[in-house]
C-alpha cells in the first residue's frame, strides 16, 4: 500500500489506483481503517466522473455499486459492511450494529434524517457523505467506539459533535478525555462565502462562549453582506467544549474547493456533481 504525504497531517493513499486520504494522528490505531475518497478511479461519467459514491445525483445506479465496490477494495471493507445514512442537516445520532450493514447501498437506508453514526462493532462501516460539508470522525481509543458525524453550517452551529458523543457516552461509557477527533477534507474557512443569514448566527454563538469570533466568522471587505465561515475552528472549538483535548484533535487541512481535480466540491462544482464519502470502521 503506497502513500504519500500531502500536508502534514494527511496522506495519500493507492494514488496510482483508486485513491483515499487518511489521516497521520490515527497511524498508531490498528484496530481503525479510516479515510475519505477522492473523485478518482471510478466508473461515473459526466459531472459524476468517476468516482461519484451517491445513488442520490443522477448517476447510473451500477455505476455507483462499482465504485463502491472498487473503492471498498482499496480501502480495506466490503460493500456489504456499509452504513450509509440519509443526512439532512440534523443533530440525529443513531446507533448502527451489523444488523444496518448493506442500508442505503443494497437496502433501504435505517432512517431518514441521521447525519450521526456511532457502533463499538466491527467491520460495520460508517460512511459519511459531502462535497464542501465537514465530516467528523471520533475515536474512542479506550473501549474501541467510534463515530462518523456530517457537520455542515446548520450541524456545526448545532453542535452536532456534541450529540455524537453524548450518545457515544450513553452507549458505550464514552468519556471525552479518550477521544480522538479528526476534522476531514472539506471546504475551508478562506472559500466558504456566507450571508449575515447564516454568519449572524454564528457570531452570536461563539461571542457569548468566549471563542475568538475572529477565527469563525471574517467579514469580506469588498462585498456587501458577505463573510467568511470557517467550520473547521467552530467544530474544534465545539469539540473542545465537549471535552475533547486540543492535541488529540486533528484537522485535515485539505479544501474540497481549493483541490476540484482531487475532490467533489458543491462551491465549485455547483449542484451537478458527484459525492465524496468519508468512513470509519473497525476491523
Known amino acids: 500500500m503506497g502513500k504519500r504525504e500531502l500536508n502534514s497531517h494527511t496522506y495519500i493513499v493507492n494514488e496510482d489506483t483508486v485513491p483515499y486520504l487518511t489521516f497521520k494522528s490515527l497511524e498508531e490505531i490498528e484496530w481503525l481503517g479510516c479515510g475519505f475518497s ?10 459524476c466522473a468517476t468516482m461519484n459514491m451517491s445513488f442520490a445525483r443522477g448517476d447510473d445506479p451500477e455505476a455507483v455499486h462499482e465504485n463502491i465496490r472498487r473503492f471498498g477494495k482499496s480501502a480495506g471493507f466490503l460493500p456489504e459492511e456499509i452504513v450509509m445514512p440519509h443526512q439532512c442537516h440534523t443533530t440525529n445520532v443513531r446507533t448502527v450494529t451489523k444488523a444496518d450493514c448493506g442500508c442505503g447501498v443494497f437496502k433501504p437506508g435505517c432512517e431518514d434524517e441521521i447525519d450521526g453514526q456511532i457502533t463499538d462493532e466491527s467491520r460495520v462501516v460508517l460512511y459519511c457523505l459531502g462535497a464542501d460539508c465537514v465530516p467528523v470522525f471520533l475515536v474512542d481509543v479506550k473501549r474501541k467506539a467510534i463515530a462518523a458525524v456530517h457537520a455542515g453550517w446548520k450541524g456545526t452551529l448545532n453542535d452536532i459533535v456534541s450529540s455524537a458523543l453524548d450518545k457515544m457516552k450513553q452507549a458505550y461509557g464514552t468519556e471525552p478525555e479518550d477521544i480522538k477527533a479528526v476534522i476531514g477534507p472539506s471546504i475551508c474557512g478562506d472559500c466558504y462565502e456566507v450571508s449575515s443569514d447564516v454568519a449572524l448566527p454564528f457570531i452570536d454563538k461563539y461571542r457569548t462562549d468566549g471563542s475568538s469570533i475572529e477565527t469563525i466568522v471574517r467579514s469580506v471587505p469588498e462585498k456587501e453582506d458577505k463573510y467568511l465561515l470557517n467550520l473547521w475552528e467552530a467544530n474544534r472549538i465545539n469539540l473542545m467544549n465537549a471535552g475533547v483535548s486540543d492535541e ?4 485535515s487541512g485539505y479544501c474540497t474547493r481549493c483541490h476540484p481535480d482531487m475532490l467533489f466540491s458543491h462551491r465549485y462544482h455547483g449542484a451537478e456533481r458527484g459525492v465524496n464519502i468519508g468512513f470509519i470502521y473497525k476491523k
Open 248 to 251: 488529540n484533535i486533528e484537522i
Open 38 to 47: 477522492t473523485r478518482i478511479g471510478g466508473v461515473s461519467k459526466g459531472c
